[in-house]
Each structure stands twice: as C-alpha cells, then as structure tokens.
C-alpha cells in the first residue's frame, strides 16, 4: 500500500478508536467529542480513497464534497449521501457554543461511521 494511502488509513482508525472508546464513557460523556471523531474517521477514510486514485487531497472537511469525488470510480457510494451530509455537519456544529451534541447525536454518529467505515474499507480492499 502507498505510504500516504497507509497513513490516511492509519489516522482514521485512529478517530475511530478515540470515537468508539469516548462513547463507552458514562460520567461525564462527551457526546461533542464521540460526534467530531466520527465524522474525522469517515473524512480521512475518503481521503485515503482519493489518495489512493491519485487525486490531490484538498484541505477540506466538507465530506458531502470529498464523497461526490470518491463516487466517480465507486458510484454506489452516493447512497451515502445523506449519512455524510448528517456526519458532516458535526465536524463544526458542535465546536462552538450554541449547540451541543446529545447521547443521541452521538450514538447515531458511531453508527453512521461504522457503516460507512465498512464501506469504505471494502472500497480500500480491507476487512
């Protein structure tokens, strides 16, 4: 595997840890945290794709953007589209003060990215 293909990879995984382990907390949950790692486990996910096609990864985390670029060559990845749209809008949402995630946002945050995690790792030729 490509050197960055394998570092993209390797960052996502990590997200998807610190997300997976964050959520198991019962005091003092941080649903904030278990909602912005998850949608960073998925971003990093898509960039891997994109590495591995040989497309300059762009600086962005907008993932509705970075999936329309992975669905070129895997189509079927646009059934993803609203999951990505939802799991996107956590990477800001819920940063600033106004808005906060709850014990829902964040379970339906691990699922979307364990679905789509799946997905692309098959996509990636992975287990």
């Known amino acids: 595997m490509v050197k960055p293909v394998a570092e993209w990879i ?3 995984e990590e997200d998807f840890r610190v997300a997976t382990t ?3 907390l019962r005091r003092n949950p941080v649903h904030n ?3 912005f790692h998850a949608q960073q486990c998925i971003e990093k ?3 891997a794709i994109l590495e591995k096609k040989g497309v300059v990864v762009r600086k962005i985390h907008a993932l509705p953007i ?3 670029q992975c669905a070129d060559s895997h189509p079927f990845l646009i059934a993803t589209r ?3 749209i939802r ?3 956590y990477a800001v949402e819920f940063r600033y003060p106004g808005e906060s995630a709850t014990s829902t946002d964040a379970k339906e945050a691990i699922r979307i990215m364990k679905r789509s995690r799946s997905e692309l790792r098959s996509v990636l ?3």
Do not use: I, N, T
């Open 87 to 89: 799991l996107s809008s």
């Open 66 to 68: 970075l999936l329309d």
């Open 45 to 47: 996910y898509l960039k």
């Open 82 to 84: 609203d999951d990505m």
């Open 33 to 35: 945290s278990v909602c």
């Open 10 to 12: 390797e960052k996502a």
């Open 22 to 24: 964050l959520r198991r």
């Open 125 to 127: 030729g992975l287990s």
